[in-house]
Nanobody, 118 residues
């Protein structure tokens, strides 16, 4: 398994930006789909964005046009650039990895808090 550590969370006003980073160790992420999930208080954790390659990405409708996921396999990192943040984006954000041979994400970071105030 790959170990994941997120950073970059914090507090920001609505309309602001944050960049989340996730550093992987233990194995190369080149054989993994990487995802960012979030858990809003009182709700189930949801997939926000995932990346296979630069041209193969997915975003939920709520963040399309505002968030950008990217990866650097050489540095074993994945990032989530979040612009035009809204109070509804307030959540704990998790980095996750799914090996191409697996059906589920089975490596998770500890999470990083993002708080957006109005």
């Amino acid at each position: 398994q790959v170990q994941l550590v997120e950073s970059g969370g914090g507090s920001v006003q609505a309309g602001g930006s944050l960049r989340l980073s996730c550093v992987a160790s233990g194995r190369s992420i080149s054989d993994y789909t990487m995802g960012w999930f979030r858990q809003i208080s009182g709700k189930e954790r949801e997939l926000v964005a995932r990346i296979v390659t630069r041209s193969n990405t997915y975003y939920i409708d709520a963040v399309k046009g505002r968030f950008t996921i990217s990866r650097d396999n050489a540095k074993n990192t994945v990032s989530l650039q979040m612009n035009s943040l809204k109070p509804d984006d307030t959540a704990i954000y998790y980095c996750a990895a799914r090996h191409y041979s697996d059906y589920e994400y089975n490596s998770w970071g500890q999470g990083t808090q993002v708080t957006v105030s109005s």
